[in-house]
């Protein structure tokens, strides 16, 4: 059973964002011990328990107070939001920090033998979807009157077995379309996994300080994850050609080398990565000793 006093989080128990997710927090150092049947699981070192659901039950434990957090992608929170909204149902959260992963679109496809010539070609076809509210709603915005048809899985099978002319689905690479047949022509909506918490009214301030414990430390997971320490050994001579080269870097810090008068040592992070291309820049300067390592923490 859950204790009210502990942090409650869900998130997805098999799927895309599931693995991202339990990465995240034991990247927070939260450690939890997690069991495949389980529906609950403690931290042994914090005061937080994890519920793993199916994603689109997340929002709704969210915004009827089940948890305090969840973990899930916008698209399946606009859609549980339009829907609740259509239903005169309560909705109340808030979006505490996008994340850095399940970065995905939901958009319109048609097969590729189907010429496209503007939004217009959708008008009186069927689009089969697991996103019905988030597709009438731009359909609505556009006033173009449309049929749909929901399927929870394999929805891009739908038009090559004539259950719809087109699809509305979420893509990150474009390959199942491919395999498909399909040609992406509509982004409805862009989304990626982010964090969510109920509206205000926290009683309990314990929880409040846990939970801005826990965003500082997502926010330094995020940005050490997009960012590399460099290292290097560059002629003294070329520093400011050496750094305009580091595009992305924080201004270096710069130490001198025993023995060595003509180079320095130079310290960096960066909010990029450094490409081959750059490296063999930095190289045809004098540069020498090129380190990008990754960085596992960050604390601003
Ligand atoms: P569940 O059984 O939990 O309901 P699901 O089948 O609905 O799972 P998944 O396919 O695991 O969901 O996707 C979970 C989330 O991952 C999506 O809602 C979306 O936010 C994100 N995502 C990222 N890229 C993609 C993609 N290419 N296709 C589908 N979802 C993606
Ligand atoms: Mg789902």
Redesign the pocket.
Known sequence: MFNKNRLRIAM???????QDSIQLLIQCGIKINLKKQQLISFSENMPIDVMR????DIPGLVMDKVVDLGI?????LQEEKLKRQSRLEKCFYTILQHLDF???RLSLSIPYRHKYIGIQSFKNSCIAT?YPFLLRKYFNDQGINFKFFIL??SVEVAPGVGLSNAIC?????GA?LEENRLQEVEVIHS???CLISQFGGYVNNEKIILINKLITRIKGVIKARGSKYIMLHAPSSKLEEVITLLQGAERPTISKLAGDTNKVAMHMVSSETLFWETMEKLKALGASSILVLPIEKMME
């Open positions: 997805q128990n098999k799927g895309r964002l599931s659901v199916r994603d689109d899930v992608g916008e698209n399946v399940g970065i995905c697991s929870n899985g689905d979420l893509i990150s690479t199942t989304s990626r996994a």
